[in-house]
């Protein structure tokens, strides 16, 4: 089966950077995927990885280390519109992604 | 272009009734997928459809039927509807090898 880990919450500060862990555990592997969700609203994709390494999109990035089965998202310049949950997300299939619990990111001014 | 379409947006029902969740996405995706998400909790996978003409269970799949229409649209069905159902359900769509995934606005369903 299928089993993802991040941090329930974590805060930070405007202008500041942050890492948001996933661990993940998954008979198979096809891709790590981040997706942004403000409260009410519908996810978003932002990021994914297939490949170990680093991924840069704008003021985010997304790290996947396949041998550790970790990956974490990476924001920058951090601004109040960024107070939202984050989801990690795996896929042993293209179309059979399982989603983490999510990791609510408080900005604060 | 609207992208994917869900309705209703808000539905309460009663214990037993039963109903209908449609769903539509214009992107000319090939793949759909419902998930449902609950308080605290991540979202999961209901059913989803690789392409027109199949279907297959998710990791909650129970309670639930689905039918794909044609390529545009992706029904889920509650026969008969239990509390424990009370969700929110996403239905979301994605192109052939492509891990994005682009999701509806969602349909809050209360069953009391």
């Known amino acids: 089966g299928q089993s993802l880990e991040q941090p329930s919450e974590v805060t930070a500060v405007e202008g500041a950077i942050v890492q948001i862990n996933c661990t993940y555990q998954?008979?198979?592997?096809?891709?790590l995927s981040w997706y942004q969700q403000h409260d009410g609203g519908a996810p978003t994709f932002l990021s994914d990885n297939d490949l170990d390494g680093l991924e840069e999109t704008g003021s985010f990035s997304s790290f996947l280390s396949r041998s550790d089965s970790y990956g974490y998202l990476l924001l920058q310049e951090l601004q109040m519109k960024d107070s939202a949950s984050y989801f990690c997300?795996?896929?042993?299939?293209?179309?059979?992604?399982?989603f983490g619990s999510g990791t609510k990111l408080n900005v604060k001014p | 272009n609207a992208g994917v379409t869900q309705t209703p947006k808000f539905q309460v029902l009663k214990t037993g009734q039963s109903m209908t969740l449609q769903c539509a996405q214009d992107?000319?995706?090939?793949?759909m997928y419902w998930y449902r998400q609950d308080p605290g909790m991540g979202l999961r996978l209901i059913y989803y459809s690789a392409s027109e003409g199949t279907t297959d269970k998710g990791e909650v799949p129970n309670g639930y039927n689905v039918s794909r229409l044609n390529k545009r649209e992706f029904s889920l069905r509650l026969e008969s509807a239990a509390p424990s159902q009370t969700s929110v359900y996403f239905c979301a769509s994605s192109e052939v090898g492509r891990e994005s995934y682009t999701f509806g606005s969602g349909t809050r369903l209360t069953v009391v």
């Open positions: 998954t008979s198979g592997f096809y891709g």
């Open positions: 992107m000319n995706h090939n793949s």
């Open positions: 997300a795996v896929g042993n299939n293209f179309n059979k992604f399982y």
